[in-house]
């Protein structure tokens, strides 16, 4: 059975960090690209981050960059977001996302962790 079970959401303060965690199970995890997504109430999910099955290639979305990264650990499969100098437009439901095969022909989401920003 395929799971994503992200953990580590929470409440806190502007200027503050969490981290996130993504562990993954039924799927061979190193053959997979691994992402993290956002949705904020009313907004449609976004592409947060994004690594390659090695890790060797990495992108962001350009209002996190320079305080988010996106390391994995194909040995845990297992995947992190380090999220730093928290902002309130951060706020919003992080999801888990694995893809792969053509057009990420094959993928899998997780139930989402909800991660507030607030004074």
């Known amino acids: 059975q395929v799971q994503l079970v992200e953990s580590g959401g929470g409440l806190v303060q502007p200027g503050g960090s969490l981290r996130l965690s993504c562990a993954a199970s039924?799927?061979?995890?190193?053959?997979?690209?691994m992402s993290w997504y956002r949705q904020a109430p009313g907004k449609e999910r976004e592409l947060v981050a994004v690594i390659t099955t090695t890790g060797g290639s990495i992108s962001y979305k350009d209002s996190v960059k320079g305080r988010f990264t996106i390391p994995r650990d194909n040995a845990k499969n297992t995947m992190f977001l380090q999220m730093n100098n928290l902002k309130p437009e951060d706020t919003a439901v992080y999801y888990c996302?694995?893809?792969?095969?053509?057009?990420?022909?094959?993928?899998?989401w997780g139930q989402g962790t909800q991660v507030t920003v607030s004074s």
């Open positions: 039924g799927f061979t995890f190193s053959w997979y690209a």
């Open positions: 996302h694995a893809e792969t095969g053509p057009s990420g022909a094959t993928d899998y």
